[in-house]
């Protein structure tokens, strides 16, 4: 059912795309992309009752920190899929680890997040997309599921995610910033600045982002988008335009 599978990150960012999570009911699967070629001994995989740690060893965790819920350590697995055959169809494209957590609640609940926060032993190891999901549910709060809302904090996580090359958090970010530029007011926490919201759609257009590239194009064609007092500049902007109609988002200019 793809109705139920949460993309951690924007349509169009392959490119950044950490781990997609999907709740099963009475499990959870994650699956994040690596190599083709990875074995499995190169993959490290912590699942314990309340947290959980994955990625690839020599590299920083993909996912890691305490879940929404306890799970059953014991019927919870991991796994190597691996599919996409090349020209000759002997070699696989594409490599997948996917884990699946079993919930340990009777109840099945749906999950509104995976990760709510850092480890204990860890309090600083919440990886990017974990921290910008969070954001997500921080930002608008889900009390029926526990989540209070926490603009401040949403705030803070959308940053550190930004920083750590999140683009979905670049994305959310840039629209906090121009949102209410033009009235001087914007989320709760964080004032009006279309500057800073141009310089955030431009770092997620460069990281390949076609939506960024899309809404930079157009901040760069008119200005007043975003409540921006620079120069238009129609060249750039076609070009990002360009760029964001080859990757299929298909936009024009009047």
Known sequence: DMSKLHASFFRHEEVSRQYLWSDEGSAVSISIPIGADVPASKVDVKILPTSIKAGLKGSLPTVQGML????????SMWQIERGGKGVQGSKPRTGTLTLHLWKKAATGIPWPVLVVGPTPDAPEALDATSLYCLGEALESGRPEY????????????????????????????????????????????????????????????????AWGQLRLAAALYDPDT???????????????ARGAAEAGVVAGFA
């Open 68 to 75: 929404y819920q306890e799970i059953d350590t014991s019927e």
């Open 146 to 209: 526990g989540i209070q809302m926490d603009s401040a904090t949403a705030l803070r996580h959308f940053a550190k995610a930004a920083d750590m090359g999140c683009v979905p958090a670049m994305m959310r970010l840039a629209q906090l910033f121009s949102a209410g530029a033009k009235e001087g007011t914007t989320m709760e926490g964080l004032e009006a600045s279309p500057d800073t919201s141009l310089q955030l759609y431009r770092k997620a257009a460069e990281a390949g982002e």
């Open 226 to 240: 975003i409540g921006g007092k620079w120069e238009q500049d129609l060249g750039q902007a076609l070009a990002w």
